[in-house]
């Protein structure tokens, strides 16, 4: 057997548990996931993914404050009483065609 390292890394709790969820589904252990991207890394010569600030970020419930919290529910509330609604079927279609399906 080859010879290994220990990497030890500090990472939120929240996205550990979700990575490792995420993971198990896969049937992958977090040990082989870190591999993998490291593998990867040296496959590319740098980090396998585009590294950019995205044009709009996906919320995240466990960073917001909870002062952020109340501006989205707030923003949420003005859409919904400016009729700015989407019906099941259109989220569904526009999931559909970001997945390609």
């Known amino acids: 057997m080859a010879r290994t390292s220990n990497i030890y890394v500090r990472v939120e709790p929240y996205i550990k548990e979700q990575a490792e ?18 593998r990867q890394v040296v496959m590319h010569n740098g980090l396998p993914f585009d590294v950019k600030i995205p044009d709009s970020k996906p919320l995240s419930l466990p960073i917001l404050s909870e002062a952020e919290f109340n501006m989205e529910m707030l923003k949420a509330h003005n859409d919904f009483e400016n009729g700015r609604i989407y019906g099941l079927e259109e989220v569904e279609e526009e999931f559909k065609k970001e997945l390609g399906k």
């Open 21 to 38: 969820e995420i993971l198990e589904k896969l049937g992958i252990s977090m040990s082989n996931a870190v591999s993998i991207f490291l």
